[in-house]
């Protein structure tokens, strides 16, 4: 019988039951449903709402199945659909009438709303910490490429020398921006729900401050129909981590384009390819391909959502359990990708001299030659002018900037000199770039510094 079957006088059609039951998804959740149902059996029994020692039965009897249901020893039912009433009538079965006390003051829409909020606080800290050693891999990556000079670009077009590490670097920000997010994510999330019931407390004298300190939260909600009808930590994470994705993706993009022949700066290594089934030499980045396309995933579970509950009138509505597969699937997805995703980048081979030719080949000193005239006073539109010349001179006969005699320099302007072909030198054209944040070795060795000093203070 239903724990609800009181006003009924019908039972429930058995595709009504499938269908409302959300125990297949939720059950996961049995460790923060026992925790909260723990802390709030304790509080009614110091509140002298229940009796003492009808609490302590309460809270053995839940040790109880927590042991068991780790043991596996547990099956859910379906017609006790979801983890909240199975557990209660688990409860109840074991030991009796005092189980039938626990729900007093309560309602599943705090209870689910409390066991959510647990359910990210513990996944947060988890995904910060992959995020941290993709960090790690970054730096390490970074300081073995402090000197390998390879061309930026902007539209995919070979525009300034950069290094690697820049490179590097730049990635390990966004990743930072990221732990900065989740970790503000989690601080806003720090209030217990438990207590409001189904929307408007209880006529008990329930203290809400004793449930939230016992299970770690900074404080209870301050309304309690908000905390029931809130999903924004849910929408909030997923925000995040769609962020988080979209960097991971853009990542897996370059590293595709990357490994590929065309460009071949980087070589993946064997453990983290695959072959093909019908071409003998392919070497393929599944695991980048799939970081990208997982992408969309997790995506959809943002989009699910934001739009489950853009019209749900207060407080709590059955639409609301739709958020645990979209949340569930997402948190998946990003601690599946970010651990695979670093191991990759960690075993790579870089290809310095692949990445030098590149950066020869592409005029990327082009701005340099025009700073090379401005600093002898011409005005920088002027130098500017005079380079394109040089450039399409050099597309018609084939030659690069640096590879011009000083002849055919001068024919363009008088104030080129000896001089012009060491401030065209790639090395040069990085190291000089020394404003801070800018790819000289200088300046990423301070970058580096910052990420490290970052990874340090953020592991918890
Ligand atoms: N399984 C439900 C959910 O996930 C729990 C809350 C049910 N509350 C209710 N009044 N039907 O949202």
């Not at 960097?247 to 993946?268: A, G, M, N, P, T």
Request: charged share 25%; aromatic share 8%; with cysteine.
């Amino acid at each position: 019988m239903k724990l609800w079957a009181g006003r009924f006088q019908k039972e429930t059609d058995t595709l009504v039951n499938d269908f409302n039951s959300s125990i297949g998804f939720d059950a996961r959740l049995y460790r923060q449903d026992i925790a909260g149902s723990i802390a709030h059996a304790q509080m009614l029994g110091k509140q002298g709402i229940i009796e003492e020692h009808e609490a302590e039965k309460i809270v053995e009897g839940l040790k109880a199945i927590l042991a068991d249901i780790e043991d596996d020893k547990v099956e859910f039912s379906l017609d006790n659909e979801d983890i909240h009433m199975n557990i209660e009538a688990l409860l109840t079965q074991r030991i009796g009438d005092a189980g039938k006390r626990l729900h007093t003051g309560r309602s599943r829409n705090d209870q689910v709303a409390v066991d959510t909020r647990l359910y990210v606080k513990q996944e947060i800290p988890t995904i910060i910490k992959a995020i941290l050693n993709l960090e790690e891999v970054l730096v390490k990556k970074a300081k073995d490429n402090l000197d390998t000079v390879m061309p930026g670009y902007t539209h995919l077009q070979r525009a300034q020398p950069t290094t690697f590490a820049h490179y590097m670097m730049a990635y390990a920000n966004m990743f930072k921006r990221d732990v900065t997010r989740l970790e503000d994510c989690l601080q806003r999330l720090d209030e217990c729900p438990l207590g409001a019931g189904a929307l408007a407390t209880s006529t008990y004298p329930l203290d809400r401050f004793a449930t939230a300190q016992a299970l770690g939260f900074a404080k209870p909600t301050d309304n309690s129909m908000d905390s029931v009808s809130d999903r924004d930590y849910a929408i909030e994470l997923l925000s995040d981590l769609s962020i988080l994705m979209m960097h991971l993706s853009r990542f897996s993009e370059e590293i595709v384009l990357w490994c590929s022949w065309e460009f071949k700066y980087v070589d993946l290594d064997d453990a983290y390819s695959t072959g093909s089934s019908i071409m003998p030499q392919k070497k393929n980045p599944d695991v980048a391909e799939l970081v990208r396309g997982k992408t969309g995933r997790v995506y959809g579970s943002l989009v699910t959502l934001l739009t489950m509950m853009k019209s749900l009138p207060l407080a709590y509505n059955k639409d609301m359990q739709e958020d645990k597969e979209a949340l569930f699937d997402a948190v998946d997805t990003v601690e599946l990708c970010l651990p695979v995703f670093a191991a990759m980048v960690d075993t790579l081979t870089v290809r310095p001299k692949n990445m030098a030719k590149a950066a020869a080949g592409g005029f990327i000193n082009a701005t340099d030659c025009a700073d090379y005239l401005t600093k002898k006073g011409l005005p920088f539109r002027e130098a500017y002018m005079i380079v394109g010349r040089l450039v399409n001179l050099c597309i018609k006969t084939g030659d690069t900037l640096d590879t011009l005699t000083l002849k055919d320099f001068r024919a363009i302007s008088s104030l080129f000199d000896e001089d012009v072909y060491d401030a065209l030198a790639l090395k040069t054209c990085v190291n000089e770039r020394k404003v801070y944040g800018g790819p000289s070795k200088d300046s990423v060795q301070t970058q580096i510094k910052l990420i490290e000093e970052f990874v340090d203070g953020h592991r918890v």
